[in-house]
């Protein structure tokens, strides 16, 4: 218990402060370590695969294509002076909508912690990495195929888009 | 032992804050950043779920939202650097093209 609650409050508190920042090379980097407090919650779900690849895709891979670019285009802080001025959320009617959406958020969440009958794991273990790719070779072999389809198409159109030129 | 719920109120915290981040920054690296908070909310709501019902196909979905936030990524940000190239900015306001 002690431990889901330092590895909510690391992923909580950090991604609070990605969206805090205003340099998004902090953003990053913080992004990181909530990636890595949830692969800390994946290994006590019992779920060491989604744990294992949540560092090496999320943490190893898109986080270090989101680096790059931050430090390709050097990283321009964002401007703050007129932000507060002509934010189109800072009217009245957006901020009452958003205060009415968060009191709403916070009573249901505290209905479903004080719920009475908090439905504990079973003691059953089912997900061995081998049932993994047992299963995802065989009932999710079309989606997995469309899959790397859509990787390809994916790489195609970020060189596309990202070549400097002929259009 | 945290129960199934004190998972889901995680996530939907997350959620929030991925949310919030989406509609009060300006910057589009950061919005893209709020988005990626989102699809970890959503997988580890996946994950909670696969363990209660004792299930590897919540892993599974895991897997195939981890492919597709890597797709994302990468287009959204072959996209900001031609918006950069453009304009020599970051801020969503100034791309206001398509806006009648």
Not at chain 2, 42 to 68: C, E, H, K, Y
Request: proline share 3%; aromatic share 10%; net charge neutral.
């Amino acid at each position: 218990m002690i431990a889901f609650y330092a590895l909510a409050a690391i992923a909580v508190v950090s991604s609070l402060l990605v969206i805090a920042q205003r340099n998004p090379i902090y953003s990053v980097l913080l992004l990181i370590a909530s990636f890595g407090a949830l692969s800390g919650l994946y290994v006590m779900l019992d779920a060491p695969f989604a744990a294992v690849i949540q560092i090496i895709v999320y943490a190893g891979a898109i986080m270090v294509l989101f680096l790059f670019v931050v430090m390709l285009l050097n990283a321009p802080h964002e401007e703050t002076e007129h932000d507060l001025r002509l934010h189109p959320l800072m009217r009245a009617g957006p901020m009452g909508f958003g205060v009415v959406l968060a009191v709403v958020l916070v009573v249901e969440l505290g209905l479903a912690l004080g719920a009475g009958r908090a439905s504990a794991f079973s003691a059953a273990s089912t997900s061995s990495v081998r049932d993994i790719g047992r299963t995802l070779f065989t009932d999710y072999a079309f989606a997995f195929e469309v899959t790397s389809v859509l990787i390809l198409v994916a790489m195609v159109g970020a060189v596309v888009l990202a070549r400097r030129g002929s259009r | 032992m945290p129960s199934l719920n004190h998972y889901l109120v995680l996530s939907a915290i997350l959620f929030s804050i991925g949310t919030a981040g989406v509609f009060i920054r300006r910057n589009l690296i950061t919005i893209l950043l709020s988005i990626e908070i989102m699809l970890n909310a959503v997988n580890l709501t996946f994950v909670a779920f696969g363990r209660a019902l004792g299930s590897a196909d919540g892993q599974i979905i895991v897997f195939f939202v981890m492919t597709v936030a890597a797709a994302e990524a990468a287009v959204g940000l072959a996209i900001v650097i031609g918006l950069f190239r453009h304009r020599e900015s970051l801020n969503p306001d100034m791309f206001t093209s398509l806006k009648w």
